[in-house]
């Protein structure tokens, strides 16, 4: 899965889900590369996502009332006589700076999507019409890290080394790769016990037994 954004003066952030890794890389406008990293799905959970949107609408509307109040002059003056003059051309010049200003501030800093793992964060351009690919994007990671992780780390063997694989299980376990029941029975497969914790009966503590 690919998931690509261009932003007007920052450049482009590339994002792909490859077989055994998270690969990122960021572009400035001339197409150099200012980052570039693939991450191991074996660092990337836990994962948290977000949608930012803080829009300042006081300072948008006060920006609107002053451009209404500038053009009204030139824009009368217009209508009455049917001529522009150099006021009006330099009234629709503030429109444009001021209407590319706020189109930069509400993708950079207005509405963005946010995207952290372990390592690493990223912060992208908040565009409603990308909002659904980059939930996809978010949902697809998530399960191709833990199937991965299932993959590689969630078979055990009760004739190797019974510690690491005890902790092994419990990272999983702990990253909900594996659920409690599924941690539960491959720590008895490799303990060959229900549970670590002794028993007590008559007062005195007994390991708890073992099963056939």
């Known amino acids: 899965m690919i998931f690509t954004q261009k932003q007007l ?8 889900l490859r077989a055994e890794s998270l690969y990122v890389c960021k572009r400035n406008p001339q197409g150099v590369p200012t980052l570039e990293t ?4 074996e660092e990337i959970l836990p994962i948290q996502s977000g949608e930012h949107r803080h829009i300042p609408t006081n300072q948008v509307l006060m920006t609107v009332l002053i451009l209404v109040v500038l053009g009204s002059g030139p824009w009368r003056e217009w209508l ?20 590319l200003a706020m189109w930069l501030r509400f993708e950079q800093q207005w509405c963005t ?7 690493l964060a990223l912060t992208l351009a908040g565009r409603p019409w990308q909002r659904k690919q980059f ?8 399960r191709r890290t833990k199937t991965y992780l299932r993959n590689e780390y969630g078979q055990v063997n ?27 029975a491959l720590s ?9 914790d002794t028993l007590t009966s008559m007062g005195q503590e007994l390991e708890s037994p ?3």
């Not at 008895?188 to 670590?196: A, C, I, K, N, Q």
Request: glycine share 6%.
């Open 188 to 196: 008895t497969r490799l303990t060959g016990r229900h549970s670590p």
């Open 113 to 119: 999507f946010r995207l952290q793992t372990a390592h």
């Open 80 to 99: 009455a006589t049917g001529q522009a003059t150099s006021a009006l051309y330099w009234w629709w010049l503030i429109l444009g700076i001021n209407a």
């Open 38 to 41: 693939e991450v191991p799905y």
């Open 9 to 16: 003066f920052l450049g482009t952030t590339h994002i792909a």
């Open 158 to 184: 009760p004739l190797g080394f019974i510690e690491p694989q005890l902790r092994r299980v419990a990272w999983l376990h702990e990253l909900d790769v594996l659920s409690a029941p599924e941690a539960r």
């Open 135 to 142: 939930r996809a994007l978010v949902a697809e990671l998530e």
């Open 210 to 212: 073992y099963l056939n």
